[in-house]
């Protein structure tokens, strides 16, 4: 090594032997071209989360005070109330669905196994709204649960704690059930074979072998979860929760106070982070390479009321968490249509898929290469740059939004009056309103959720095939495309699909960068929502739904094979 | 080898971000809280009779007037259209407009929904009334909006989230005639009144009165005119609060030039046009709101609802005061 830091504190077993090989072939090391990507990168995250930070330097004691002698006490308990419930649901329904659809025989596997990604599709706050509306006081069940039982009959409460939990979780859970049903379906039955012939039992086969070595997995779509659950504002408000954000919100567009606002995001930045960096030392230097080998050959095969058990519990989040919801936004989709639907839908429709795949495409080789980069340089410069360089996703996106603009139109300020004082010229702004700076914007904020697959799939990636690859010569971008790129797909795959449901449904960044009408359907249900509209908002909802499920088909008719 | 290929991506994505944007004609450019399907038709009018085209985009608020500051003097924006007073004296307070003189708007725009410093316009109005259950409450017994905090209607009561600008301004009316300490009253009041907690947009008060969750409640009018358009037989009512006091607190969506508008002329015609009479009911109509331009009638449907007396306080008033209110709401329970 050429790096003396990183020949010291390089303990991960599973880097050490990468590192000897490259001994030598380096002088360049510190700048080498990875490192200096993950530093690019990380920069461009860090940028707008600076922003958020410097606002500590305008203080906002009064509105500081006043949050404390209300609310504080309040939202920090609903915080973490979300933040148990939601991270503890989402574990129980991803982990137990990707198990039984991963490793075991049952009635409909195979659709389930699919199927269950659905809510990938369906906006947070879309099912709160058709929750919310189907199940309150004035809905159709509780309407009729009336007639049939009397007007004082209990009923429990929607608007509340639990059911903010509820349909959180159940529109997140997929996050949690793609990357455990990736780390299940790649670990092979080696291990759990071993444990067998040592007389493990099924049930301690799954908690003991298979349980913790699908861990990062786990823990990185449940914190993809947890960061969605703290920045999400549209579906607390519509059970008027009050979280963190919502008093974000209210900071911002009650009091007028960004900074106050900012002051707020950079507290739910570092919880994250926190988060973050405790999980990892949790895991500190275990390493859960497995070869890919007979994974899928021999399915446990449940039986009775077993198999009918897990047909049933697939199904009914299956309906709740997408068929009641779909079924409904059709009916006012369908009653809407006339008066709604018009030929700019093709250019909506258009547009989101364009900004989606590319987004995808982007952020998917971003996260290629910043794995690859934290995978060859294990120093803690990297690792910190890496880390970093996943935080967009904890802040709330009007947050980080403005957090990117404010920077961009003062690089776009500082070029104009360059060349007004250089040239005389009077330019209009570069950047700002070019799909290029929407499509970075999504970059810092949907990085962690297209990382988290890729670099799983990295850590699936022996030492030893490197070492074989390397013997035959293979090296570098090479050693990646031939070697590494297919047994990574995916882990892309996955990135991708993520990356792109999300950027469509996305809408502060959309709103706040996108170039003059460039409007998509995110930006239509925005408009329609916002004025209460929601039933003409099922038709821009509908499309972005069916839109987001072709790849979901695609992608899970791909991994099944 | 393998330094190369990150190194090119790094250099791409920094060229790609430089590709320059090709500059445009003349024509008026708009920023607007206001939703694109009420403002599209009316901008295409515009250019239809006048030849000058209108572009726009929309977003919420708080990003918009934090873009407008960015921009500083390269924005783009000529007009900025909002809704809700209190979001134009921000946007004024934050030297982010600049003050307009023009016969044509002053005699549009009636005095209380303007800005004193010229600097923005109310274009079209909504009022902040109350709704009640035909068939559980006679009209006589509504009178004013402090009176539902009264006994009487103990369990009630049915409120949108104070999180909303539109009970932050009507609360920050509340306190312009009574002051603080007599509007928290009424405000606790209110609440220790209400049958369910806060809910999340108007029509949700309505549907629950409509389904006898509660029997009264404050929505703003359009959000009635609206439900009552789809489902006519709700046994749903407005009533004018107050008139034989201060009368309904009305808020505005409106208007302003930005300060470093690029074509201040094109922007003060556009805004002209909009509070013209052959504008007015286009810009109202499409929200069942009320025309600021007196000379100018209601939609029928709208004209349905009564005539009633607006509160004269000028509506920048409860932008001055929306910070108070929702420390007030916040001390008072009102979530």
């Known amino acids: 090594m050429s790096d003396p830091s990183s020949a010291t504190t390089n303990l991960s077993p599973e880097r050490a032997p990468l590192a000897g090989a490259r001994s030598g072939f380096f002088r360049l090391n510190f700048w080498d071209g990875w490192r200096l990507f993950a530093l690019l990168v990380a920069l461009l995250v860090v940028v707008p989360l600076a922003v958020v930070g410097f606002s500590w330097l305008t203080p906002a004691a009064d509105i500081w005070q006043h949050l404390r002698q209300t609310l504080l006490?309040?939202?920090?308990?609903?915080?973490?109330?979300?933040?148990?419930?939601?991270?503890?649901?989402?574990?129980?329904?991803?982990?137990?669905?990707?198990?039984?659809?991963?490793?075991?025989?049952?009635?409909?596997?195979?659709?389930?196994?699919?199927?269950?990604?659905?809510?990938?599709?369906?906006?947070?706050?879309?099912?709160?709204?058709?929750?919310?509306?189907?199940?309150?006081?004035?809905?159709?069940?509780?309407?009729?649960?009336?007639?049939?039982?009397?007007?004082?009959?209990?009923?429990?409460?929607?608007?509340?704690?639990?059911?903010?939990?509820?349909?959180?979780?159940?529109?997140?859970?997929?996050?949690?059930y793609l990357l455990a049903k990736n780390a299940f379906q790649t670990q092979g039955r080696r291990a759990l074979e071993a444990a067998e012939s040592l007389g493990c039992g099924a049930r301690e086969g799954f908690f003991?072998?298979?349980?913790?070595?699908?861990?990062?997995?786990?823990?990185?779509?449940?914190?993809?979860?947890?960061?969605?659950?703290?920045?999400?504002?549209?579906?607390?408000?519509?059970?008027?929760?009050d979280t963190f954000t919502t008093a974000i919100y209210k900071a911002w567009f009650g009091f007028f106070s960004l900074s106050a606002a900012a002051q707020l995001a950079s507290l739910l930045v570092l919880l994250v982070f926190l988060l973050v960096v405790v999980e990892q030392r949790l895991r500190a230097r275990r390493r859960f390479a497995t070869v890919r080998s007979s994974a899928h050959t021999t399915r446990l095969h449940l039986k009775g009321w077993r198999a009918w058990g897990a047909s049933f519990f697939a199904g009914m989040v299956l309906l709740v968490a997408f068929g009641i919801p779909a079924v409904q936004l059709s009916l006012w989709a369908l009653g809407a249509y006339t008066e709604e639907f018009n030929l700019r839908y093709f250019g909506l429709l258009g547009r989101s898929v364009a900004l989606g795949l590319a987004a995808a495409g982007l952020v998917g080789l971003t996260a290629l290469v910043l794995s690859y980069a934290g995978r060859r340089h294990a120093d803690p410069l990297t690792r910190a740059l890496v880390r970093v360089a996943n935080l967009g996703y904890a802040l709330p996106g009007a947050v980080l939004a403005v957090g990117i603009f404010i920077p961009l139109a003062a690089v776009d300020n500082a070029l104009i009056e360059l060349a007004e004082s250089f040239f005389g010229l009077r330019l209009r702004p570069l950047l700002q309103g070019t799909v290029v700076i929407m499509l970075l914007a999504y970059l810092v904020r949907f990085l962690a959720p297209g990382f988290k697959p890729v670099d799983g799939a990295m850590h699936r990636v022996t030492p030893s095939i490197d070492e074989a690859a390397r013997l035959s010569g293979l090296r570098g971008v090479a050693l990646l495309a031939r070697v590494h790129l297919p047994m990574l797909r995916g882990g892309l795959l996955t990135a991708a699909t993520i990356v792109f449901v999300d950027v469509m449904k996305e809408m502060p960044i959309t709103l706040m960068t996108r170039p003059f009408g460039w409007d998509t359907l995110a930006v239509k249900i925005f408009e329609l929502t916002a004025e209460g509209e929601w039933q003409r908002a099922a038709l821009p909802a509908m499309a972005l739904v069916l839109a987001g499920l072709v790849p979901i088909i695609l992608f899970m008719r791909h991994a099944e094979k | 080898m393998s330094v190369r290929f990150p190194l090119l991506l790094s250099l791409l994505l920094v060229l790609l971000s430089l590709v320059p944007v090709a500059a445009q004609a003349e024509e008026v450019v708009v920023y607007s809280a206001r939703n694109e399907h009420l403002i599209r038709p009316l901008f295409e009018a515009y250019t239809r009779e006048t030849g000058v085209k209108v572009t726009f985009v929309t977003d919420k608020e708080g990003p918009l007037l934090q873009r407008l500051k960015s921009e500083g003097r390269n924005t783009r924006a000529d007009v900025l259209l909002t809704v809700d007073a209190g979001n134009l004296w921000q946007a004024a307070e934050e030297g982010l407009l600049q003050p307009v003189t023009s016969a044509a708007l002053a005699a549009n725009v009636p005095e209380h929904l303007r800005d004193p410093g010229n600097q923005w316009f109310g274009l079209s109005l909504r009022a902040r009334t109350l709704v009640y259950s035909t068939e559980r409450v006679k009209p006589e017994e509504l009178s004013t909006y402090e009176a539902l905090g009264e006994p009487q209607w103990k369990g009630r009561l049915l409120l949108r989230t104070s999180q909303k600008v539109y009970n932050q301004s009507l609360v920050g009316m509340l306190i312009a005639e009574h002051g603080v300490?007599?509007?928290?009253?009424?405000?606790?009041?209110?609440?220790?009144?209400?049958?369910?907690?806060?809910?999340?947009?108007?029509?949700?008060?309505?549907?629950?009165?409509?389904?006898?969750?509660?029997?009264?409640?404050?929505?703003?009018?359009?959000?009635?005119?609206?439900?009552?358009?789809?489902?006519?037989?709700?046994p749903l009512a407005l009533f004018w609060p107050d008139q034989q006091g201060n009368g309904v607190h009305v808020n505005v969506s409106g208007a302003g030039v930005t300060r470093h508008a690029r074509n201040p002329q094109g922007a003060i015609k556009l805004l002209e046009w909009l509070s013209s009479e052959q504008a007015?009911?286009?810009?109202?109509?499409?929200?069942?709101?009320?025309?600021?331009?007196?000379?100018?009638?209601?939609?029928?449907?709208?004209?349905?609802?009564?005539?009633f007396k607006q509160n004269p306080i000028n509506v920048s008033r409860a932008g001055e005061l929306q910070g108070e209110a929702i420390k007030l709401m916040d001390r008072a329970g009102y979530r």
């Open chain 1, 208 to 241: 003991r072998v298979a349980l913790p070595m699908a861990r990062p997995w786990i823990a990185g779509g449940v914190l993809l979860v947890l960061m969605e659950a703290l920045a999400d504002f549209g579906a607390v408000s519509i059970f008027n929760y």
């Open chain 2, 181 to 234: 300490e007599k509007t928290e009253q009424i405000v606790r009041a209110w609440i220790a009144n209400l049958a369910a907690p806060p809910f999340a947009n108007d029509n949700a008060v309505m549907e629950a009165i409509a389904a006898g969750q509660g029997d009264v409640g404050i929505v703003n009018t359009y959000y009635f005119g609206r439900l009552l358009k789809d489902k006519p037989e709700l």
């Open chain 2, 280 to 307: 007015q009911n286009l810009f109202a109509d499409a929200n069942m709101e009320y025309p600021v331009n007196p000379r100018v009638a209601p939609h029928a449907d709208v004209a349905a609802w009564g005539e």
């Open chain 1, 73 to 176: 006490a309040r939202l920090l308990l609903n915080t973490l109330w979300l933040v148990l419930g939601v991270g503890g649901l989402t574990l129980l329904l991803g982990v137990s669905l990707a198990w039984f659809t991963a490793t075991c025989e049952f009635p409909g596997r195979r659709f389930f196994s699919w199927a269950l990604l659905l809510p990938l599709a369906m906006p947070t706050y879309v099912l709160a709204f058709v929750f919310v509306g189907l199940l309150d006081y004035a809905g159709p069940v509780q309407t009729l649960w009336r007639e049939w039982f009397g007007r004082d009959a209990w009923f429990p409460a929607v608007r509340s704690t639990p059911g903010v939990i509820l349909v959180m979780s159940l529109a997140l859970y997929p996050y949690v």
